[in-house]
């Protein structure tokens, strides 16, 4: 299972911006579907933006659109996703996933239920607070 890692997460104020880097060693993300998604405590896990290869389609929750963008970098092997607006609610820990196969939106849709991504990252916690 390849490994991804993501980077920087933090605190920040409501209203804020945060940018989220999901980076990864010996594979090229672009031959990829990447997708973030968050869990917060006692909840369940959500798809907030996946981004399809190898054109860049996006696709968002509902929560996050017009907040956030998702983005690749083919040059730097990494994807961001630029969050902004930020509010209490976005609080939570966020991952990547990547998979060579699935569909975008079906990935941000987290279907077919019980499908394994071809790889995780560890997560970054995003914590909105003042």
């Known amino acids: 299972q390849l490994q991804l890692v993501e980077s920087g997460g933090g605190l920040v104020q409501p209203g804020g911006s945060l940018r989220l880097s999901c980076s990864a060693s010996?594979?090229?993300?672009?031959?990829?579907?990447i997708g973030w998604f968050r869990q917060a405590p006692g909840k369940e896990r959500e798809g907030v933006s996946c981004?399809?290869?190898?054109?860049?389609?996006?696709t968002y929750a509902d929560s996050v659109k017009g907040r956030f963008t998702l983005s690749r970098d083919n040059a730097k092997n990494t994807v961001y996703l630029q969050m902004t607006s930020l509010k209490p609610e976005d609080t939570a820990v966020y991952y990547c996933?990547?998979?060579?196969?699935?569909?975008?939106?079906?990935?941000?849709?987290?279907?077919?239920?019980?499908?394994?991504?071809?790889?995780w990252g560890q997560g970054t916690q995003v914590t909105v607070s003042s």
């Open positions: 010996g594979l090229t993300l672009g031959d990829y579907v």
């Open positions: 996933a990547a998979d060579r196969v699935i569909n975008y939106q079906a990935m941000c849709a987290q279907k077919p239920k019980g499908y394994k991504y071809d790889g």
């Open positions: 981004i399809s290869r190898p054109d860049h389609s996006t």
